[in-house]
């Protein structure tokens, strides 16, 4: 069992940044996948970005390549999601997962642990 817990959502303008951190409780933190979702209003929840056990592989939807860089320290049992040149359309709650039983994934399925959300509202 691990418990997740997002920060760093918030109010931004468009064309900002912000780095979204995502705790995880446990000592098996370094043998999980990691992964960012997010849901917009009305909008089903999506694949923003995942990361390997280690940190070697890195998958982005195509929407965020090249804005977002997600990134882990496994001794901090903490991954990370910088966000920058933010858009309107990125409004969303992000959501922080875990996968422990794949190295790295981009389907929701296969992450079993989710994080209660954080809120990132990008005006215009």
């Known amino acids: 069992q691990v418990q997740l817990v997002e920060s760093g959502g918030g109010l931004v303008q468009s064309g900002g940044s912000l780095r979204l951190s995502c705790a995880a409780s446990g000592r098996t933190f370094g043998s999980y996948a990691m992964g960012w979702f997010r849901q917009a209003p009305v909008k089903e929840r999506e694949f923003v970005s995942s990361?390997?056990?280690?940190?070697?592989?890195?998958y982005y939807a195509d929407s965020v390549k090249g804005r977002f860089t997600i990134s882990r320290d496994n001794a901090k049992n903490t991954v990370y999601l910088q966000m920058t040149s933010l858009k309107p359309e990125d409004t969303a709650v992000y959501y922080c997962?875990?996968?422990?039983?794949?190295?790295?994934?981009?389907?929701?399925?296969?992450?079993?642990?989710w994080g209660q959300g954080t809120q990132v509202t990008v005006s215009s």
């Open positions: 997962a875990a996968a422990p039983r794949v190295g790295v994934s981009i389907q929701q399925s296969t992450y079993d642990y």
């Open positions: 990361i390997s056990r280690s940190g070697a592989r890195t």
